[in-house]
């Protein structure tokens, strides 16, 4: 039985297959956006172990392909095993080794990629400082202690930790926070609608606006926008509940022991030791006409710990590269009085370019050795 | 032994992450926003047309009018800002023809039914959703990051005869500008009507109209590229508009001191109208700003309508 497995995974043919079908993935993902849009492509395409598909008359989810995880794995397990079964020691086959090796470390390298990076954008409109980015579908709420002359001490809670509910406690907090209700995507309503219950909270604002939970958003263009009612539970008792929603455009505020605190539901926040500030927005126009010739922003980096102050221009192709991230000009603001830079981090984003290099330094060995072989044969004979 | 740390590997991997409970001290944030309670409180600013009636604004609302029509008939107005696409268009419009039961549209339907409008200088899209008891007028607008919802609902005939109206409010909002933003170089000017102005709908010649007075008179605001004709013959349309005979030169003519530099003012008086017209010539485009109406409310408002000319910001 084992036997039979270890051949399967170290066979040539196998290689071959999952190859093939990583090409019609490729494709038939490719094509899939237009419907589906980029991110849920993404998402249903390349990072799953399966394609599903539901029938019509059912909510069945029925595998129907393998999906970017699973052929990816395969290939990985599949090139180490038959390494191990083919490769012999003392035979010059280096070059193969290392165009295996590059292999691996380019599909290797994807997972880090996908494990490890992280996307965020950062708004600033004309004069703007800011000293964090934010995530486009993640959300966090903020337990904000102002109490502080010139600092704020901010405990965010994960969106993914407010959908377990229960009770959230941490030394950071000098209350419990009880989660009554929280739906990852809603839709808010003045007024009663079929669907729509009201939110019944004790404390702040929003008592009584009608509310309803939404599927789950996968458009590119859209994203999911939670609500949810918190109590406060201090060691005397209840502290009172307060609604929390990504619609609201103001915290909750209240007092705690003397000390000013905000509650808000926002983007997750990525803070930076350092602050980036935007001098200026330019959208250049082709003269005469309406056609964009180039989108720019200067921006001021300055670190107060190091000192460092320094001006630098973002334009397309030309990104800011600090700190391990990459800002990227990515949008602007309809009016061209802001910018959005989109914040990428990738701590594995050097694994392609040494698995490139890898692979062409095997592929050039082995080349030139055949060549040599081919040329010492030609002359015997 | 590969298989197990590759396994080892993968297990750690799909335990990392960001914690679900972080602790940062950050430099102190900007105070929250304002309340948007008020008018003067939110981004926003409005010329509020005749008859309709501010009310408390709401959690969501930076403002809220109450208008009512013929045998009682009522419409709320509202200004709704919403983080991102606020769910989006379609399903937005499809929202509200279920409210005033409509039957749901199809996307390619959908893409048929939006109206261009101009919301504070900017295009934005009008839907129209007429039901049987109530219908709704809702303008939407993208404006960095945020969905703005102009809304109104109310009794189908109330609604129908305020849609004009409606569209020049639409046109009347303005955005206060960042503090650091430099002003517009393009688009209309940003002017502050004095009090007892109200907005109506502006004719399709037309970037702004005021009624002033209660009706009695009327000030029109249009532009045109260049000199916009010249300052005579514009004096002589206008002389038409009031039954009189061009005038053949420049005699009677006035200037001001405008914070764009010095404009041209005539005033002039016929049968049954007067009508007091200044001429603000940029270095790329004309502005014309009129006041006409019944002779005593032309006197009456003249001084206030000059100050106004005289503050428009380019």
Known sequence: MFARIYRVLTSLKLTVALLALGLILVFWGTLAQVNLGLYKAQNDFFRSFFIYWSPAWSSWKIPIFPGGYAIGWLLLVNLFAAHFRYYQPGQKKWGIVLIHLGVVLLLFGQLLTDVFSTESTMHLRNGETKNYSEASRHFELAVIDASAADSDKVVTISSHRLQRGGDITHEALPFTLRIRRYYPNSMPSEKPLPGYSQMETSAGFGNGIWWREMPHETDTDKRDMPSGIVELIGPGGALGSFAISSYFNRPQEFTYDGRPYRLVLRPTRFYKPFTVHLVEFKHDRYPGTDIPKNFSSRVRVQRPATGEDREVLIYMNNPLRYEGETYYQASFDTDDQGTVLQVVRNPSWLTPYFSCVMVGIGLTVQFLKSLVEFAKKRKQA | ?314
């Open chain 2, 1 to 314: 032994m590969n298989f197990r740390i590759l396994i080892t590997a993968a297990v750690l991997l799909a335990g990392c992450g960001r914690n679900d409970i972080n602790v940062y001290i950050v430099p102190k944030e900007a105070p929250p926003a304002p309340e948007p309670t008020t008018a003067n409180a939110a981004p926003v600013r409005w010329v509020t047309p005749a008859g309709w009636e501010p009310q408390q604004a709401g959690d969501f609302r930076v403002a809220s009018f109450k208008l009512t029509g013929a045998a009682g008939a009522q419409a709320d107005v509202s200004i709704v800002p919403l983080p991102g696409e606020a769910g989006g268009d379609f399903s937005n419009v499809n929202r509200w023809r279920n409210q005033v039961g409509l039957p749901p549209v199809s996307e390619t339907d959908f893409a048929t039914l939006g109206q261009p409008v101009e919301i504070a200088g900017q295009p934005g899209k009008l839907y129209e959703q007429d039901g049987e008891s109530s219908s709704i007028l809702a303008a939407i607008q993208v404006r960095d990051g945020t969905t703005w919802f102009y809304k109104m609902t109310g009794a189908p005939a109330l609604v129908t005869e305020q849609k004009p109206v409606f569209v020049a409010f639409l046109k009347s909002i303005q955005f206060q500008a960042a503090p650091a933003a430099a002003p517009s170089a393009e688009g209309t000017p940003q002017w502050n009507p004095p009090a007892g102005w109200a907005v109506a709908p502006a004719g399709q010649f037309l970037v702004a109209k005021f009624t002033v007075a209660g009706g009695a008179a009327a000030v029109n605001i249009s532009t045109a590229p260049g000199d916009g004709g010249g300052v005579m013959p514009n004096v002589n349309r206008w002389r038409k508009q009031l039954g009189l005979e061009p005038a053949t030169d420049a005699t009677g003519l006035q200037e001001i001191e405008t914070a764009a530099g010095r404009a041209t003012v005539a005033e002039m008086n016929g049968e049954k109208a007067a009508l007091v017209g200044v001429i603000v010539a940029l270095p790329d485009r004309a502005w014309f700003y009129k006041l006409m109406g019944d002779a005593g409310a032309v006197s009456a408002h003249k001084a206030e309508f000059l100050q106004f000319v005289r503050e428009v910001k380019y």
